[in-house]
């Protein structure tokens, strides 16, 4: 199936930066619906920022801080229950933050950055920003399609056709040789990272027929329970 073009890391609305995302006091038309008879809010769409890690601090809690693709710097402060315990291990400076429908928060003291609650949804990736939009690019360029990624076959010069790698679904192989050898010289790596955007690519980001992953409810600013989290296995 071809990706939609929302699915990719460039999309702004899909993967916006942190001036860009919807605030947790309000709604934005872009990714939010409002019922008009209970005042409840859902979402209209999916989204999900991403930002690398540039440090931590623990004082009463952990804070993270991040980047976003504009250079932004600003802070996630981690409000769960273990204060950010259990999630400290996996923050390393160069690794990236994905945070699905993230919200912006103005903080006490004047800065603006994201408030992460119990329930958030909330992956580690061990691989820096600009790492993750290359291989993003290669992805969406197709990028060795229509040849042998290793021994640069075309398609009419292999008896049997060229075939996908199984797992990122965006190199493709004259035969078991050629891949074999490619693995060994540094797909290994490279397919650990067009794996997790072929995850991202597989998805309808545009379309809302329910939370990616189960989801839970905190009460809004005001009115009834506005449906904003969502809860997914925190780490991979």
Same mark, same amino acid.
């Given at each position: 199936?071809?990706?939609? +073009?929302?699915?990719?890391?460039?999309?702004?609305?899909?993967? +916006?930066?942190?001036?860009?995302? +919807?605030?947790?006091?309000?709604?934005?038309?872009?990714?939010?619906?409002?019922? $008009?008879?209970? /005042?409840?809010?859902?979402?209209?769409?999916?989204?999900?920022?991403?930002?690398?890690?540039?440090?931590? *601090?623990?004082?009463?809690?952990?804070?993270?801080?991040? =980047?976003?693709?504009?250079?932004? !710097?600003?802070? %996630?402060?981690?409000?769960?229950?273990?204060? #950010?315990?259990?999630?400290?291990?996996?923050?390393?400076?160069?690794?990236?933050?994905?945070?699905?429908? *993230? !919200?912006?928060?103005?903080?006490?003291?004047?800065?603006? @950055?994201?408030?992460?609650?119990?329930?958030?949804?909330? =992956?580690?990736? $061990?691989?820096? %920003?600009?790492?993750?939009?290359? *291989?993003?690019?290669?992805?969406?360029?197709?990028? #060795?399609?229509? *040849?042998?990624?290793?021994?640069?076959? /075309?398609?009419?010069?292999?008896?049997? @056709?060229?075939?996908?790698?199984?797992?990122?679904? %965006?190199?493709?192989?004259?035969?078991?040789?050629?891949?074999? !050898?490619?693995?060994?010289? #540094?797909?290994?790596?490279?397919?650990?990272?067009?794996?997790?955007?072929?995850?991202?690519?597989?998805?309808?980001?545009?379309?809302?027929? /329910?939370?990616?992953?189960?989801?839970?409810?905190? $009460?809004?600013?005001? /009115?009834?329970?506005?449906?904003?989290?969502?809860?997914?296995?925190?780490?991979?």
């Amino acid at each position: 199936m071809t990706p939609l +073009p929302s699915s990719s890391l460039r999309d702004s609305d899909t993967f +916006p930066n942190l001036s860009n995302l +919807p605030g947790d006091r309000g709604f934005e038309d872009i990714y939010h619906i409002v019922d $008009p008879y209970t /005042g409840n809010i859902s979402p209209r769409r999916h989204w999900c920022l991403i930002a690398e890690i540039t440090k931590t *601090a623990k004082f009463i809690r952990l804070s993270i801080y991040a =980047k976003d693709r504009d250079g932004v !710097e600003f802070p %996630v402060h981690v409000h769960t229950d273990d204060r #950010g315990v259990g999630m400290s291990k996996y923050c390393q400076e160069g690794y990236t933050l994905v945070l699905m429908y *993230a !919200e912006r928060h103005y903080f006490a003291d004047g800065t603006v @950055g994201i408030r992460l609650e119990e329930g958030a949804s909330v =992956k580690v990736l $061990p691989y820096s %920003v600009a790492t993750l939009m290359a *291989a993003n690019d290669r992805y969406f360029g197709q990028e #060795g399609k229509g *040849a042998c990624d290793h021994c640069k076959a /075309g398609e009419k010069e292999t008896a049997g @056709g060229l075939k996908n790698c199984a797992r990122c679904k %965006v190199i493709s192989y004259c035969g078991k040789n050629c891949q074999n !050898e490619a693995w060994s010289s #540094g797909h290994k790596e490279d397919c650990k990272v067009l794996t997790q955007i072929h995850a991202f690519a597989s998805k309808d980001w545009e379309l809302f027929q /329910g939370w990616f992953e189960p989801h839970v409810m905190r $009460p809004p600013p005001s /009115g009834p329970g506005m449906h904003i989290l969502s809860s997914l296995p925190v780490f991979d």
